[in-house]
């Protein structure tokens, strides 16, 4: 190509807002959400994702048709293998994340979390690029506490109170469109193939599912048969083999669609009188924005235990239940399986609760967060 047609196309390309992060649905959920909001604000500029090299990643960005670029990246360990292997992939990452940034022209990076946005945020500061960083957990990531001392904003999705200072100021966690409940329960429960007049119990281990909660939905079926009395269960399995857990509901005759993962969780939250969930920042937003009950399980292999810290403030205003993931069934039975059945067979009280989140302000972050990205990405 000649250099008065590069020059030409320089000229004529749209400029863009790179969205960086991924690995988890956490990570991406909320980058959807933004760009949505860009969209509709900016829609001068283009919406790229980089994002983690990770199946769930491309899935969830295919099925909403996102522009991205997988990057590759590694997480920061202190064992020599693993170190070199950081080392390599930080730097491939770095290169691959300049070179977008450069061909995309990107004149704002919003770092979401994860790996990825190491080697993508090393590469917007040697273009200067201005970083947004929105922080999505209640305990800062070392990506994050990284990515921090570069940003030129900081925003908390929730508080951090381990560093109660970590951002300017807190905006909320964005939801996407596609998690915000749209129709009644009985509609909703008819598009997932649910008996419409039935109580439904939602379990959700998130985008890759929960085996502890798989384990202990089977346990329970197998001996607490009436608990499930006038209930259907919607379960999101992850990557788990589906079939023991639907064998274990129709050797209970409970009433049950089992399924890997939903894009349209609005439905899956429309749906719901209650919800057994791991406590991802994005889960805790999404259950408390649908106004719906739930039985928070946090993931028990972080070393912070940062998921726990999620939905602590949920727990304390009455408005859902917090229990340790104890791993094993029996031992969950008397704890987690007990907080479950304690409010499937008290209808008053699982009642009350809605009508405490249904009077909490219902907001979503991500016109804010996109305004912010906006006024960086147009400043000379």
Known sequence: MSTEASRTNAQTARRSIVLAGGGTGGHISPGIAIAEALQEMAPEFDRVFACSTRAVDARMLEHVHADFTPIEAEGLSLKPAKILRFVRAFLAGRAAARELLERRQATAVIALGGYVTGPVVAAARKLR????????????????????????CILTACPTPTRPDFAERMVGMPVRRAAIAALPAREARERLGLEPGLHTLLVTGASQGAASLNDLLRFLVENDRAAFGGWQILHLVGNADPTPIEAAYRAASVRARVMPFLHDMGLAWGAADLVLSRAGANSVAEALLNAVPTVYAPYPYHADLHQKWNAQPAHDDGVAMLCDDLIDATKNRATLGAALISLMTDHARRESMRAKLLARPRENASQEIARVAIALASAK
């Open 129 to 152: 690029i201005p970083i947004l960083l929105v922080n999505l957990d209640a305990t800062p990531g070392k990506a994050n506490r990284w990515v921090a001392r570069h940003a030129r």
